[in-house]
């Protein structure tokens, strides 16, 4: 397991008391390096501007790019830049890519890339719910557009729908989003109206909501999904805001139930991509839980 990370990261500072902050990432590599010292650890390169222009709009790349940020550049009332954001932004889109790379050419066989800010809820349009770019839907288009792979899942338990990967990839035969949420928060989209059989599928969770009713979606519907869909790759957009202790949510997962479902995906993996598997980090918002979930997380897939 190779972890791709940079110091930048830590710089973005949307301001004093946001809940998408830098000690969320120093928990998990702190975290990480206590509970797992066998850990490869590489610095993220930045992303180019060509290889961003495959999931989003030159007018989103400019404006986070070529806007002067002397003190902050609020884009909407949840997402803020700092002057620090765009080098941030950049370093974790291009975690994704050095990943990619790295594990189709057999350097290795698992990713995680500890970076931030987040990423899924960023359209091709717009930045928008803490998020820049779209790390994962980058990772998801070099894939296709390098390596000519067919058939990408892209996992995602953060428990807010990752509008901005489905808007993406909703007319991509060669990517399949599979997504559980809690219902009725933020972004309110995600519903099974929206569901394109292997292109788009979505289960909500209700409020108050555990691990019963989380194993029980991924064992009745979407790991028989992605066994049917056979992928070449597995990316994981890897939240862990459906912790019981997160305080933007109301679901009630523990630690546990992320290195269940981990081993389940690093199974699938196994049989259909060679082992390939990249994870990336989103959300969650609780320090305790953080630390607990990434390396739970870690456990999962390397076991």
């Known amino acids: 397991m190779r972890v791709y990370t940079h110091p930048d990261c830590l710089a973005h500072d949307p301001g004093t008391g946001h809940p998408e902050c830098a000690p969320r990432l120093y928990s998990v590599i702190q975290a990480l390096h206590g509970a797992l010292p066998s850990l490869e ?16 709009s030159r007018d989103l790349i400019e404006k ?20 620090a954001s765009k080098s941030a932004a950049l370093h974790a889109a291009g975690a994704g890519i050095a990943a990619a790379d790295a594990v189709m050419e057999g350097d290795i066989t698992q990713a995680f890339c500890a970076v931030r800010p987040p990423g899924h809820h960023a359209t091709r349009e717009t930045a928008m719910g803490f998020c820049l770019f779209n790390s994962i839907a980058v990772c998801a ?13 892209i996992v995602d338990f953060d428990v807010h729908h990752g509008n901005g990967t489905a808007d993406i990839f909703k007319d991509e035969p060669r990517v399949f989003y599979l997504s559980t949420h809690e219902a009725g928060i933020y972004p309110n989209t995600g519903t099974s109206d929206e ?8 289960a909500l969770l209700l409020p ?6 989380f194993r029980a979606i991924w064992q009745q519907k979407f790991l028989p999904e992605l066994d049917a869909y056979q992928p070449e790759i597995i990316l994981i957009s890897a939240g862990f805001d459906a912790h019981r202790l997160d305080p933007l949510a109301d679901l009630n997962l523990q630690a ?7 081993h389940e995906l690093a199974k699938i993996a196994g049989l259909y991509s060679q082992g390939r598997i990249i994870s990336m980090l989103e959300g969650g918002y609780s320090l305790t839980a953080l630390r607990e979930c990434s390396v739970a997380h870690l456990r999962g897939l390397m076991a």
């Open 41 to 56: 650890w590489r610095e993220a390169p930045q992303a180019e501007r060509y290889q961003l222009e495959r999931a989003h």
């Open 64 to 83: 986070i790019l070529d806007s002067e940020i002397l003190g902050s550049f609020q884009i909407d009332p949840d997402t803020v830049m700092s002057p």
């Open 141 to 153: 288009e070099h894939l296709i557009a390098e390596h000519r792979l067919q058939r990408i899942a």
């Open 195 to 202: 569901n394109i059989p292997r292109r788009l599928s979505n």
């Open 208 to 213: 108050g909501s555990g691990s019963e009713d």
């Open 256 to 262: 546990d139930d992320y290195f269940w479902l981990s």
